[in-house]
């Protein structure tokens, strides 16, 4: 049973499968990671992490009209059919959202924040949700999806993320753009382009996160996510998955049964 459960998150070539969301587990809670990657244990929908998807959808199929269609009142149009897909993929978000008027309202606003940093109309996004991957050795896959990444006539490369969250203090910037510092070395990897420009949009408070990414961070970053991988390995093997505790607990769907709160 071990085996067969440790056989899904390893490729049939039998390589890690990483991503920097996988690899955020790790670091912040090695058990974690083993109850949602190992074990795949449900969780229940985080509403958060939903409103997260619907400002995502809308922004993204913005992006499918044309640049002068690019408006506020597009996004809006777009906002109810988008919650409605989104309802009909998650039924149980119905009873979760209490008050729709008021979960709307809320996405509304989030998408007017956007509006507030960045116009839409004056320029063309040449990808969205752009999928990147790459072997980070034989034994482990790195793969990950870019909200957007935009390449400038001049051949400049930026990489977007929006955040439908409030930005990070100033000790934690570095941790927020690791992400994107990922996304980043395997766009490197795969086109031998370092990208010029890391931006993350935090539309819970209308405030950007940027980044030039020097190629020593990008071979910082993946000998960080080697390091990991090496992590991830030892503890399949020994079967030690320690917890660790810390705010993040409280937002943990696996604090009812985590050792280290019962
Ligand atoms: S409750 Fe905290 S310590 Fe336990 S698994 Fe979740 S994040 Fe880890």
Redesign the pocket.
Known sequence: MRVHKYQSIFAWVNQLRLSPSRVNDFS?????Y??RVIDQLPEAPNLDAERGTLVHTVLHDLFESPAQLRTIQTALHLLPTRWQAQLELKPELAVLVTSEKEWLDRATSLLETYFNLENPTVFEPTHRELHLEHDLSEATYLHGYVDRLDVAPTGEVRIIDYKTGKSPKPSWEDKALFQLRVYALLYWKETNVLPKLLQLIYLGDGNLLKNSPSESDLIATEKTLIQIAEAISFAMESGEWK????R??D?????PI????N
């Open positions: 912040n809670c090695p058990l974690l083993k109850y917890p660790r505790k810390s993040l607990c937002w943990c769907s696996f604090k985590c050792p280290a709160h």
